[in-house]
């Protein structure tokens, strides 16, 4: 099982800039699936949880299906009886949830999240992208700024920690199956542990090193350590370049 935050607003349960979320093989629970189990816990039945949720009784079954499908076990019916029967969450359910309830808390702390800040020059506009040459290589962002920078202006490009993702460079999808079209490849210079996220810096060879923020269900996957060999990609959506003067680097900051 694996868990992230996705940069963005969520739906339910997202924290400012993320959306935290756990995965099982291809199936994610978010916070629409939490808010669906503790109305289940609390109403002591999927029907009445659907209809505390403003969901239908059909859709909760079929999403209940498809979660315990994944990640094993999550209700107990009951029927008759002293109390008339009805639904409980398993032990498996309550483990969920917590491991949940422990990754949205951390990733709410990401508001401070480190940011990366390259020098470059712009060398063409793709519509409202610029296609910016730094120290790491080429990538793309968005033009911003009262004065969109053209062709030929410096630029700082600015990426945050928790847009970027990292992957093993043997298993680093192909350009055309991700919509994440900045790349660079690097070297873990710095990995600072957390209980759910992992603070990392990566060498990319643009001076002062890309930063980045993952779960540690990330980090474990790729084995990640000082030294480890990763493939860095970010949306070029999350990235913005800003026309400016001559700079000093790229240098990661806190905001």
Known sequence: MGSHGNAGSGDGEGT??????LTAGEATFDGRDAALLRAIAAAGSVSGAASDLGRSRA???????ALEAAFGDLVERRRGGADGGGSRLTGNA???LARFARLTAALAG????????????????????????????????????????????????????????LHDPSETPSPDATSARNRFSGVASAVDRGDAVVDV???????????ALVTVDSADRLGLREGSEVVASFKATATRATRTGAGDGAAARER
Request: charged share 25%; aromatic share 2%; no cysteine.
């Open 16 to 21: 400012a800039g993320f959306e935290a979320s």
């Open 59 to 65: 859709r909760a079954l079929s999403r209940l299906e």
């Open 94 to 96: 309550e483990a969920l």
């Open 110 to 165: 990401t508001a401070g999240a480190a940011e990366s800040v390259f020098d470059g020059t712009v060398t063409g506009r793709e519509g409202e992208l610029a296609v910016v040459d730094t120290g790491a290589g080429t990538l793309r962002a968005l033009a911003v700024g009262d004065s969109e920078p053209g062709s030929g202006d410096a630029v700082q490009v600015s990426v945050r920690a928790d847009a970027v993702t």
């Open 201 to 211: 810096r990566v060498d990319v060879g643009a001076g002062d090193p890309l930063a």
